[in-house]
């Protein structure tokens, strides 16, 4: 038996999660403490080393872990470095690898979350064996991992895969955070999802949606009006699907992938986006890659996929 | 001195052209027959062997040759084979990478022209020393070669790349020839810019465009009167400068490349085309990669171009 472990970090605005991952990808323990629990990014590092040490000691894993990967916002996979996190108590850039590393012996690797759960569905999830995919992460924002020739797509700065700041092929003038406008997440985010919600709401005062207040409107909600049966929810999802089909479409194009693997808080809709979503790609694809491209939700169990995807890079820091 | 050679290959609907080429991107011989004057793929294949092993042998560099690449339309970099080729004169699929192995005894390595172009300008143009970057072919059609990490993404099926029926955002219904609609290749190839001219001649009666008779307005017309000062022309390649430059914006998110390289007839209209088509960049752009994507053309003498491409593939086969 293969008795080497990696450490996987989930760095979150709000807590960091750590845990010791096999090669199975089984979390054999986790823990986690709040992220801005220490006035500097140096302090943080170093509760966040000893905490690791400490995980390591307990489970009797000394000398047999072989590195440690974070999967955190903003994080260039060629520096190690947080550039520019918004949702972070300290200034960027903060330098956690080496000061992970420094603390704590081992090599570190680091990439922005959804770039860790591609690597994550490679390792242990729906792309295991795949070397062309692409993950898209619908949640507070969209992001996305691409993977080629069995390898991430970094790009020249660690930018690759920003598939959510693409322009969507809809166009209803929605402003972005980045100050542009339309772009895909502005439609397929859970928040997007919400603005489109709030839309067709207006049209259809029938809808049991009108009877949330607007402050309780989510993505999950909509999901759960749309499964009971609520037609306005309904469409909601079956026009969220339809942009992002078609914005999928136009990503085939550009990386031929075998898979385009859905993931994140909107994506437990299920079969209510990814029917219209299919049916969307189907319409709007090159007739080279119609019928050659599977699109389905991630296989990683939701709670943990953060983790064991931020694990797996720790795999790649030991070559 | 290094005494290696590669042959290089450039299979054309018209013409095919065969060179022998060096490390440093010189071609010390070339030579081209008639692609269609084979009643099968069978003969061609073998003519084409005949033909470069008497190059070989005329140039005394037997033994010397390490491999053969070929650039062919539809060109399968896996399985070496032409797919699909609607401008060659025999049924596809074509084992043309298997046949003229057999022939030569020399390895062999295809692929479409658009990554040959790509693989050229990484090894002997404007892209020496990059490992991220796109090539953008503006010819008949709108071909694309996309480096990421220093390797040719192909994708899962050797399709990667089809930038040129990427949809564009700007929405004229025109028709693209593979029955879709507004693929970036209906307003940026050729044929595009010669469409978006008759639009504007409708509109201007004065521009000197309009002397011309129709069947003889070509790009390289329109960047001549342009370059004379004729305000409509001017305003045709400023139109495709616009579409190409949102439509490389959208791209830099999805690979975070170092430069986007204009290649093909259509770029030999320079400034007048790069000018807007940057300024477009630059205001569609996501901020993270303004200022860090090199726009520019190709160094290649564009009429060695294509066989340089495909002899480049010649060193990958050396492998």
Known sequence: MDKKFVIGVDMGGTNTVY???NRRGEIIAHRSFPTASEPTAEAFASRLGENIKALIS??????????????APCANYFTGEIEAAT????PSPIPLGRLLSEATGLPVKMSNDANAAA?????????????????ITL?????????????????NRSFGGELGHVKAWTVEDRPCGCGRKDCLQT?????????????LMAKHPESRLCLLKEEQLTSKLIAEAANAGDETAKEVFRFTGEVLGEAC????????????IIFGGVSRAGELLLAPLRESFDRNVLHLYRGHVTICTSELNEADAALLGASALGWEAEI
Not at 87 to 90: A, E, M, N, T
Not at 187 to 195: D, E, L
Not at 249 to 256: I, Y
């Open 87 to 90: 949702d972070l108590p300290w």
């Open 187 to 199: 439609y397929c985010s859970a928040k997007g999802v919400v603005t489109t919600a709030r839309k």
């Open 58 to 71: 307990d489970c009797n894993a000394d000398d047999a872990v072989v590195g440690i990967g974070v999967g």
């Open 249 to 260: 479409a136009h990503f085939a194009a550009f990386s031929d992938p075998e898979a385009i």
């Open 19 to 21: 845990g010791l991952v």
């Open 119 to 135: 690597i994550g569905e490679m390792s242990y999830g729906a792309a295991r064996g795949l070397r062309d995919f692409i993950v």
């Open 139 to 155: 949640g507070t924002g969209v992001g996305s991992g691409i993977v080629c020739n069995g390898q991430i797509l970094n790009g």
